[in-house]
């Protein structure tokens, strides 16, 4: 899918996703890569929703992990899906991500690897106090290694109540998700 139609299922202009950083920039600032040498790469930008709602939220993120921690963030989005554009916006900022909670990693194909990514981040939106304790599922399919999780590929998103607000992948998938080896040299 090319950044045209992600946008037209996304309800969203050009404008808006052009400036998310583009997947293999860093998403954060200052920051000085502390887990390559054993550590695994995530990159996303995805649209993910509330079921039953009207709720949207596009979600980049780009960083390092490794089985405890976790570096790096991005930036959000969160919107209605009402009416015509420009459609009405909820917040937007940025993330940090902190603690790994988990990782199962699944079969790689070349560079890039499947798995699941549960960590614990802290969302900034502007003008209002950050939201911490927030949980990043982060689910990556990878069909040309045969690689299927059992969950739907995409980004879950759950925020800490009261009450607790849960963003989940939409179908079809809008997005990409993808890991890779930190110590694989770079292209």
């Not at 614990?120 to 949980?135: I, L, M, W, Y």
């Given at each position: 899918?090319?950044?045209?139609?992600?946008?037209?299922?996304?309800?969203?202009?050009?404008?808006?996703?052009?400036?998310?950083?583009?997947?293999?920039?860093?998403?954060?600032a200052d920051?000085?890569?502390?887990?390559?040498?054993?550590?695994?790469?995530?990159h996303?930008?995805?649209?993910?929703?509330?079921?039953?709602?009207?709720?949207?939220?596009?979600?980049?993120?780009?960083?390092?992990?490794?089985?405890?921690?976790?570096?790096?963030?991005?930036?959000?989005?969160?919107?209605?899906?009402?009416?015509?554009?420009?459609?009405?916006?909820?917040?937007?900022g940025?993330?940090?991500?902190?603690?790994?909670?988990?990782?199962k990693?699944?079969?790689?194909?070349?560079?890039?690897?499947?798995?699941?990514?549960?960590?614990?981040?802290?969302f900034?939106?502007?003008?209002?106090?950050?939201?911490?304790?927030?949980?990043?599922?982060?689910?990556?399919?990878?069909?040309?290694?045969?690689?299927?999780?059992?969950?739907?590929?995409?980004?879950?998103?759950?925020?800490?109540?009261?009450?607790?607000?849960?963003?989940?992948?939409?179908?079809?998938?809008?997005?990409?998700?993808?890991?890779?080896?930190?110590?694989?040299?770079?292209?």
């Amino acid at each position: 899918m090319d950044r045209r139609e992600f946008l037209k299922r996304a309800g969203v202009g050009s404008v808006a996703l052009s400036s998310l950083p583009l997947l293999g920039e860093r998403a954060w600032a200052d920051s000085k890569p502390r887990i390559r040498e054993s550590g695994k790469i995530f990159h996303f930008l995805v649209l993910s929703a509330v079921p039953d709602t009207t709720d949207r939220l596009i979600i980049a993120g780009d960083g390092e992990f490794n089985a405890f921690v976790a570096e790096g963030g991005g930036s959000f989005d969160h919107f209605k899906a009402e009416g015509s554009p420009p459609l009405p916006l909820v917040a937007t900022g940025t993330w940090t991500a902190h603690d790994v909670l988990r990782f199962k990693a699944l079969a790689k194909h070349g560079v890039f690897q499947a798995g699941i990514l549960v960590m614990r981040a802290t969302f900034h939106p502007q003008g209002k106090p950050p939201v911490n304790n927030v949980t990043v599922k982060v689910v990556c399919n990878l069909g040309p290694a045969g690689a299927d999780t059992g969950q739907e590929e995409g980004v879950t998103v759950r925020f800490p109540g009261p009450p607790p607000v849960t963003f989940e992948p939409v179908m079809p998938t809008v997005g990409v998700t993808v890991f890779s080896n930190a110590n694989e040299p770079e292209c």
